[in-house]
């Protein structure tokens, strides 16, 4: 991804109506085919919700049939209802940390971590979560946004959070690069799509443990698939950041 650039993913977010069909009755064009950007791969998750201020909605999950780039078809592999932060969703780029929103936006996927061992035929890069693991959200740390062991000592405790204490949610998760290759403090960090904890998150998205461990093992690095958080509604546009 490049780090710094806007680029508009969708000409407006009513694009994001998977229910409205076009004027003759055809059928409406997948998600995917309707944005300006998908992040060049072959694979794209989507993660909708009705409005701004909605906590639940739908993540799909998305294969491009013919390969990437501008050629192919997208077709749906699956979906699954999904939660959003308890503050709604807020745009990515102007997101304040503390504020339990879900950044709208496309991002990439750098890696998946868990709890629990890589469910079986996952080939992303998995980290095992261990005693010692950490993710730093304090602003003062050299390693904000990033996951730690053990925690440096610049990284108060109170403002990370160590993982392994979160055995549902984190059981199996996807890193969402939100404000994660160049980070800027106070924006936010630890942005995740992970398990459903039965309830609204802290600014994540998350889905049913079965459906995590289906898109884990769809998942292709090759297919260099990311992520795209947006609403059906209103006017809040998918940028990419």
Partial sequence: MRPGVLVAVLVSASLLALGAAPAGGTAP?????????TGGGAQ????????????????TWWDREGGSGGGGRWVAAGSAPARFGSGGLADGPTRVQGTNT???GLYDLPYAFGTEAAPRGTAYRYRPVRQDSWWCQDNGSRSYNRWTEPRPADCRATEAERLITYPTQYAHALVV???YDRPVRGRGAGIFLHVDGRGATAGCVSVPEDAMRRILTWA?????????????????????Y
């Fill in 44 to 59: 794209l998750i989507t993660a909708v919700a009705p409005d701004t201020d909605a906590t639940t909605g739908t993540v």
């Fill in 177 to 179: 690069g939100f404000n």
């Fill in 102 to 104: 879900t950044p709208t």
């Fill in 220 to 240: 292709s690095p090759a297919a260099r698939p990311h992520i795209a958080i947006g609403t059906s509604g209103g006017a809040t546009a998918v940028t990419r």
């Fill in 29 to 37: 064009r997948p998600l995917p085919d309707r944005m300006a950007d």
